[in-house]
């Protein structure tokens, strides 16, 4: 923050006496790269600091560290599981709205952009208060409350890939050749849409892996918490861990930002970002 | 447009296909046939309400309710006095600064990114890593910044042994402003995000008109481009507020839950720091929580449609 201030105003410098002696929009490359440069080592330096802090031996003792195994096995399960049902309800819940409701799309942004806007650490408050004793404790309870908390995610990947398709013409195609419900939808429909499923699945799978304020609530030590925990004994491991948990989640980002972007170059449209939710919602269609 | 969409028999259940019949659609008919229609989505609402509606109604039931189930304002009136309105307030104060400020130096930043008009690939990098970075918070970034500029860290060495201890010189990574300054973290990037589909909505030809009639650059950012951009940087930095206030991890991982914000008060009380027969008190303070935000949307919500006025 202290490196970004000195880069003044919003808008370009006022160049007045000087142009002639600098090239035109001279002054506006160098204050661009200013801000540019600060914003790099602002956001490069603490990882930097990070590695140089941990040392390299301490990512090699991460993986023996008494819990790491059984912590990181819990948080893959609730990625796993809250992954397949995600899809398993979004899905048909997204491409049913789109052929048969779409008066209700409008609905259904708004009802799943809920979990961003309410703090998890209230959520947890209530569903704790009314979860049914079979579910109470076990892990299943937060992978339930996982999908939630995907769902603003989840949802806006698979709207913005059907929205790239002529989803109306694929399916009336595909059923005037004799085709079902089932077959449509896991022939014609999921094979159009990998790239939409793809984000859904990165962005669900790097929620869950990321996640603290629910689990820890819920007393389970997923991985984020185990990192946590684990600080009491070892500060150098704690650090190695959050750089190895960041850089696997980084490493999927990447991955779908990526193809995201080439997809919708492929299909000029249908962009899918990693913040799907800013774009639909700043582009105020 | 609905009907007309699907095929007949395409889409609709298998087992509901209703026979070709021109029977007159009587009113039982017509409620079967919404009823199939609706049918497509009753997992999904069967899935919302029991993971997301009911608990937030238990917790605001839960608000008004003492321990044995009775209507009671006492846990209300607990939440808004004491430390729980302390709580409130920093809460709120946290989250305006660590809205406002990144809200600027994000606009600053997605306003460089913007610009660089030439440096396509340029562009592309700083979109991705704000990407990145905006969905990066929690514990491993606590721990990030401990090594950086805690008691301890890197930066804190470097800077002491260049002769400024910023320890010495009250500044601690455990307190509200270490806070606020590891929340930049996620704040800026998300700022940029959420704020470049904006400033690209500026039309270059909004720029020249102005200049066609004589308006300086400044003039062009005073009368134009700045009240175009104003209903969007309000909404976006609101968006930023939200984040802000529902944040728990990284304050909770930094600080060992010493600072008394609201959400680590909440934390608490499930964590079972508190005295037994006052969990619904942590209800309250949610229900509190809730409300801001609600209100902050509302606001949110109006900005956006004045921006959507100008920017397409």
Known sequence: ?285 | MGSTVAAPGSLADPGALSPPGPSGPSRVTLALRWLRKISGIVPFAVFVTFGLLLPMVAVAAGAFQNNDGGFTFSNVSAATHGIYLKGFWQSIILSVISAVIPGILGLIVAYAIFTAKRAQVLRQVAITAAGVFANFGGVPLAFIFIATIGSSGLVSQWLTSLGFDPYAHGFTLYSLTGVIFVYLYFQIPLMVLVILPALEGLRPAWREAAANLGARTFDYWRYVAGPVLLPSFLGCVLLLFGSALSAYATTEALTNGTIPLTSIQIGSFLNGNVIAGQENIGKALGLGMVVIIAIAMVFYVVLQRRSAKWLR
Do not use: C
């Open chain 1, 1 to 285: 923050m202290a490196a970004l201030g000195g880069s003044g105003g919003i808008g370009p410098p006022r160049s007045g006496g000087l142009r002639g002696v600098v090239p035109p929009g001279w002054h506006s490359t160098v204050w661009r790269w200013a801000v540019l440069l600060a914003t790099a080592v602002y956001f490069l330096l603490p990882l930097w600091a990070a590695l140089r802090f941990a040392g390299i031996s301490a990512f090699g003792s991460v993986v023996g560290e008494s819990g790491f195994t059984s912590s990181l096995g819990l948080s893959v399960r609730l990625a796993v599981i809250t992954t397949v049902i995600t899809i398993a309800l979004m899905l048909p819940t997204a491409v049913y709205v789109h052929l048969r409701l779409p008066g209700l799309r409008r609905l259904l942004e708004g009802i799943t952009i809920l979990p961003i806007v309410i703090p998890p650490v209230v959520l947890i408050v209530g569903v704790l208060a009314i979860a049914p004793g079979f579910l109470k404790g076990t892990s299943w309870l937060l992978a339930l409350e996982y999908v939630i908390l995907a769902m603003p995610f989840s949802y806006r990947a698979l709207d913005a890939g059907l929205r790239a398709l002529d989803l109306k013409t694929i399916v009336e195609a595909s059923s005037s050749l004799g085709a079902g419900w089932i077959s449509t939808l896991a022939r014609v429909i999921l094979p159009n849409m990998r790239t939409a499923l793809l984000s859904a699945t990165v962005l669900s799978v790097a929620m869950v892996l990321g996640e603290y304020t629910m689990a820890s609530l819920d007393l389970f030590q997923t991985f984020p918490v185990w990192i946590y925990v684990n600080s009491q004994t070892s500060g150098q491991v704690s650090v190695a861990a959050s750089l190895l948990a960041l850089f696997v989640t980084w490493f999927f980002l990447m991955i779908i930002t990526v193809l995201g972007t080439r997809q919708s170059r492929k299909t000029g449209g249908g962009e899918v970002t990693l913040f799907t939710v800013a774009r639909t919602e700043t582009r105020g269609d």
